[in-house]
């Protein structure tokens, strides 16, 4: 399935590279006939989207993918302390901080948006991805 495809195209199947290459926690940029995807691997799950951020199409799949802050808070409402959470990694887009999920590709401040994302498969230990 690849969001965002416009109906009648027919979706190409792109060899991107073998699965122990996409480090986890991180993602790999590769180009797919033209486009720019990246690829990415959370929690032994890969995640493909297209490299442009919704914000004024910056290279987001370049950006840093980093845990959330949290902070727990006592009775009161007081911080207690701060702290990164690793189980829930953002893609920040590096031209204007834009942060998506990298999971589900969607907006962090806005869920109603995200990024095109594209369908990965492993074959025999290789990832490919339909663009």
């Known amino acids: 399935m ?3 495809a ?3 195209s ?3 199947r792109y060899r991107v590279c073998p699965v122990d ?3 986890e926690g991180g993602g ?3 180009d797919l006939g033209g486009r720019e995807v990246g690829v990415f691997k959370h929690q032994g799950e890969l995640h493909a989207y297209d490299n442009r951020c919704l914000h004024q199409g910056g290279p987001v799949c370049s950006g ?3 845990g959330v802050t949290r902070l727990e808070l006592d009775a009161g409402g007081e911080v207690v302390r701060e702290y990164l959470d690793d189980s ?3 893609l920040i887009c590096p031209w204007h901080g834009w942060e998506y999920d990298l999971v589900t590709g969607e907006l962090a ?3 109603r948006f995200r990024l095109r994302r594209f369908e990965v498969t492993v074959e025999d230990g290789i990832v490919y991805v339909d663009a």
């Open 2 to 4: 690849s969001d965002g």
């Open 6 to 8: 416009a109906p009648g």
């Open 10 to 12: 027919a979706l190409q």
């Open 21 to 23: 290459d996409v480090p």
């Open 28 to 30: 790999v940029l590769v």
């Open 64 to 66: 840093e993918v980093l």
């Open 88 to 90: 829930d990694r953002r």
């Open 109 to 111: 401040h806005d869920r």
